[in-house]
């Protein structure tokens, strides 16, 4: 069984920061690409970033977000600075372990004053 438990989502306002985090554990053999996707109201889920042995970034969030992991953790975290109001959204991890895709619950990030 592997779990992947997202936090540090919330409110914020415009030009604000957060920092998202997401665990996984469980039997854990291997773990590939991590990525966070975002899904706002009436939208579909998009990437917003991507890490494996390089990172990539959707354009909307290139010079403002930035991905890392903590291999020892079992962790990838997502660094959010000048948010807008635009970046409101439901954020998922997602992270390819033992060649399967997981999903995170998801972590509600709103930019709002």
């Known amino acids: 069984q592997v779990q992947l438990v997202e936090s540090g989502g919330g409110l914020v306002q415009p030009g604000g920061s957060l920092r998202l985090s997401c665990v996984a554990s469980?039997?854990?053999?291997?773990?590939?690409?991590m990525g966070w996707y975002r899904q706002a109201p009436g939208k579909q889920r998009e990437l917003v970033a991507v890490?494996?042995?390089?990172?990539n970034y959707a354009d909307s969030v290139k010079g403002r977000f930035t991905i890392s992991r903590d291999n020892a953790k079992n962790t990838v975290y997502l660094q959010m600075n000048s948010l807008k109001p635009e970046d409101t959204a439901v954020y998922y991890c997602?992270?390819?372990?033992?060649?399967?895709?997981?999903w995170g619950q998801g972590t509600q990030v709103t930019v709002s004053s």
């Open positions: 469980g039997s854990i053999f291997s773990i590939n690409a």
């Open positions: 890490i494996s042995s390089s990172t």
């Open positions: 997602n992270v390819l372990i033992n060649l399967k895709p997981y």
